[in-house]
């Protein structure tokens, strides 16, 4: 696995990726095949990737306002803005078709795929913001939501804050782990938290269900794995998300939550399989 950095647009840019485990592919260049790309969700970045990545290879960008990649100020981190960004970031590395995962945000290469269709080969939707009808904000995204608040908030997020609000992220009991809490707090400053207010505002229920008006469309195979024990996403949408899709396997988790590789290692490697088949 290696790190990288350049610019799209004179947005400074991180990812990182290994080779493909089918075709030793170069990590982040053409090939004759489908890649895997891996996007991540809120407040983490590409760091949630490496075991997927040492496995079935591919690139796993910082997202603009996460990580490592640039955070400016003049962005307004909306669902079409990732959009754009993911066929930028695409077109730049020269990888032509993708087998996308999502988690949590990466939901927004739902749109990328919804767009361009023809360059997504397999999906596979972990736990994500769901782009269905039906999805009220849980209760810190309603805080980040609601002007001076969500400022509030933002603020006063320190590893003490941190630990308390996910402590019923995953199955697994007590707070997630150290390594977790280390490279959120490392790439938390005033760029993030604003990107983060941003995203969550632009995010209405109305918004997100439109974003997803064309899923039907996407008639590529695909796996939803859904960590059953989520405490910000309703098991329920788990479902919803495998019916709006024509040719979708549900797999459900009953033994973890909105991180279910971190309950389930196995998980990892059910997802390289699935990518990997033909």
């Not at 496995?55 to 981190?77: M, Q």
């Not at 927004?108 to 361009?116: D, E, I, K, P, S």
Request: hydrophobic share 40%; proline share 9%.
């Amino acid at each position: 696995m290696s790190d990288h950095s350049g610019e799209i647009d004179g947005l400074p840019l991180f990812w990182r990726s290994a080779p493909t485990a089918s075709t030793g592919s170069p990590p982040d260049g053409a090939s004759d095949g489908a890649v895997p790309l891996y996007l991540h969700g809120v407040p983490s970045s590409s760091d949630e990737w490496p075991a997927f990545l040492q496995r079935s290879g591919g690139p796993a960008p910082d997202l603009p306002g996460f990580g490592r990649s640039g955070k400016p100020g003049t962005l307004r981190y909306t669902i079409d803005e990732y959009d754009r960004f993911v066929e930028r970031f695409l077109d730049e590395r020269g990888v032509e078709r993708v087998s996308l995962v999502v988690h949590d945000w990466g939901a927004v290469g739902l749109a990328f795929a919804q767009r361009l269709t023809e360059r997504v080969e397999r999906l596979a939707i972990i736990n994500a913001v769901p782009f269905l009808p039906g999805y009220r904000w849980h209760r810190t995204a309603r805080i980040w939501r609601t002007f001076a608040l969500g400022e509030l908030a933002m603020g006063s997020t320190n590893r003490f804050v941190l630990r308390r609000a996910t402590e019923r992220a995953n199955a697994s009991p007590g707070p997630m782990p150290d390594a977790w809490l280390d490279s959120v707090l490392e790439h938390f400053e005033q760029g993030t938290q604003r990107a983060i207010l941003r995203l969550y505002r632009g995010g209405s229920p109305e918004v997100l269900a439109a974003a997803g008006a064309r899923l039907g469309s996407l008639s590529m195979p695909a796996l939803v794995a859904w960590g059953m024990q989520d405490p910000y996403i309703p098991a329920r949408f788990a479902r919803a998300y495998a019916d709006a899709l024509p040719n979708a396997e549900l797999l459900e988790l009953p033994d973890a939550g909105h991180w279910p590789w971190l309950d389930r290692p196995d998980l990892i490697e059910r997802v390289a399989s699935f990518l990997g088949s033909t």
